[in-house]
């Protein structure tokens, strides 16, 4: 029996694996974030610091997945150790209620985006192989094992000497190593033993006996994930009465599916899958969406419009989140009735976005292509009078913001400047994109001629402006404040 070399030692005196649980704060779900690229042509970028909306793009990027404009995030952190921290036992699998959550997944909020993503994190996994391999023994003049207890024997274990886990026969025997293995609070001990006890009983056995052992059930879930048996994963699922995590870990194998007909067909059979309510609903936006993409994708392959021909598309449509697609339909397909698939009245009604997130998209799609008048029609609302006014529900100034940012003309822009209520506000996004009939009209309205005369000197002396700014300051009638 050769000695281990001591670059082993010290590889093994780290640990690998760490407890699984369902509720741990480092779970696939609970890391994923909304999908905030904005795409370099056709792009509409908004800073939305209080809504939150989407940045949305169309490059040919993937932007994530097709589930509600989300990117999927891993829990791996590529910076952290993989050393294996002791066992927190307090946390406990209980059947009621599942950890994991599609709800997560299409509402989570913006996190740091180093981490691998969701979809990679599992299909890697003959890559990341983190079975654990004890040390090689140490000879220490003991060759005969046979008869050490359990409690000796996972000491050993720990200690890298010599030991035999084969001796050990009894489904009771067997229970006890277990047990000492947990107690000893070593991941490397604890999973090394779970993987003897896989091979040595019934899987049904097995399960059984590992409902009353939380830290071993932890582990040996996380040994499941991580080895890539899913269909294991989800037997142990099913027998500890998680059936929505188990519809959960059945759902994500749509990721390793390349083609989108055979994608779509999965999601379809994905809806009779035990899901919460909420993560049903996500399940079937999910296949809803992805069919109408399909549909769209083979129209518009064909297509030989005149706005085809002016802005040929540069991806396809398959697989882009909810907010990209409907970004996609407002720029190719602005205006079309909402009996059709491709209508952006049509995705927004099926999808149930909200008032807002639809304005915003469109608006920056029907910006980009330089049609005001969509501009206008977007924020057009007429009274009981019948009286035509303008309205927005993401505030005037963003509408601005978005406007300049698509090069839109001055007047465009000073039209919806003067929308603003707020006097400041409107002053200060006058003066900063150049609005000198509104800046005036404000310095004359607010009475403050030191800021007029200012603003008078810093146009030039034959503009029209500048000649309307020495009207009003030679007016007589105007009671000034300074």
Known sequence: ???????????????????????????????????????????????????????????????????WSVKETASI???????????????????????YSLSSLFRAKSKSSGFQSFSESFSETSIRTYAPELRKPKFDGKEFVSDLSPEETVRRMQKGRAYSLEKFRS???????????VALYDGNVIA?????????????ILFRELMSRDVALRHYVHYLKEMGE?????????ALGRTEDMALIQYKEHFGIKDEGRRRDFL????????SQDDATHVQDHYTLLERQIIIEASDKKADGEIFKKFP?????????????????????????????????????????????????????????????????????????????????IGFHKVVDILHKNNAPISVLQEYVNLIDDTEVKLSMALKYKCHDIVINTYRDLKDRQQLVVYGAKLERDSAEYRKVQIILSNGQIRWKN
Not at 171 to 181: C, I, P, T
Not at 268 to 275: E, M
């Open 1 to 67: 029996m050769t000695r281990a070399k001591p670059e082993d030692d010290e590889y093994w005196d780290r640990s690998k694996l760490k407890a699984f649980t369902f509720d741990d704060e480092d779970d696939e779900f609970s890391r994923l974030k909304e999908s905030k690229r904005a795409v370099n042509s056709l792009m509409m970028d908004v800073d939305d610091e209080e809504d939150e909306f989407e940045k949305v793009t169309w490059s040919g990027e993937p932007v994530g997945s097709i589930s």
């Open 77 to 99: 952190n590529p910076g952290s150790e993989q050393g294996f921290p002791k066992i927190d036992t307090t946390p406990s699998l209980s059947k009621q209620g599942s950890g």
């Open 171 to 181: 489904l009771q025997d067997k229970l006890l190593l277990l047990d000492e293995a």
């Open 192 to 204: 090394a033993v779970l993987i003897y006890l896989k091979k040595s009983l019934n899987k049904e």
């Open 230 to 238: 899913q269909k294991l994963l989800v037997e142990l699922l099913k």
């Open 268 to 275: 379809r059979s994905c809806l009779s899958l035990p899901f």
């Open 313 to 393: 598309r540069k991806a396809s449509i398959l697989n882009m989140p909810i907010i990209t697609t409907l970004y996609y339909s407002c720029f190719y397909h602005y205006g079309e009735s909402e009996g059709t698939y491709s209508s952006p009245a049509n995705i927004r009604k099926t999808f149930r976005i909200s008032e807002k997130q639809y304005i915003l998209t469109a608006l920056g799609a029907r910006a980009k292509l330089k049609s005001w008048f969509d501009v206008d029609s977007l924020f057009n609302t007429k009274n009981w009078l019948g009286y035509t006014k303008k309205r927005s529900p």
